[in-house]
């Protein structure tokens, strides 16, 4: 239970990271995805499809990563493993 706790805590500050950074990261990686773990953009690609399999050839654990489409319309983006 804790580490689910501790994993769901990590994934939080994430999130918090993403929005107290998105204006950044708009201007950054526009129209892209970003790929985001422990609080630090670890790859971003115009295809999620290609970033995740970037990510897993360097060993980031892709079931822990927030990935979000960089853009100014609202959408999400839900994987599951």
């Given at each position: 239970m804790r580490?689910?706790?501790a994993e769901r805590h990590l994934f939080q500050k994430d999130v918090g990271y993403y929005e107290a950074n998105r204006e950044k990261l708009l201007e950054e990686y526009p129209e892209?995805?970003?790929?985001?773990?422990?609080?630090?953009?670890?790859?971003?690609?115009?295809?999620?499809?290609?970033?995740?399999?970037?990510?897993?050839?360097?060993?980031?654990?892709?079931?822990?990563?927030?990935v979000r489409h960089v853009t100014r319309e609202d959408e999400m983006l839900i994987l599951t493993t």
């Open positions: 580490d689910k706790q892209k995805w970003v790929a985001i773990y422990n609080q630090k953009v670890v790859g971003a690609s115009p295809d999620v499809q290609h970033l995740l399999a970037d990510l897993k050839q360097r060993g980031i654990p892709t079931e822990r990563l927030l």
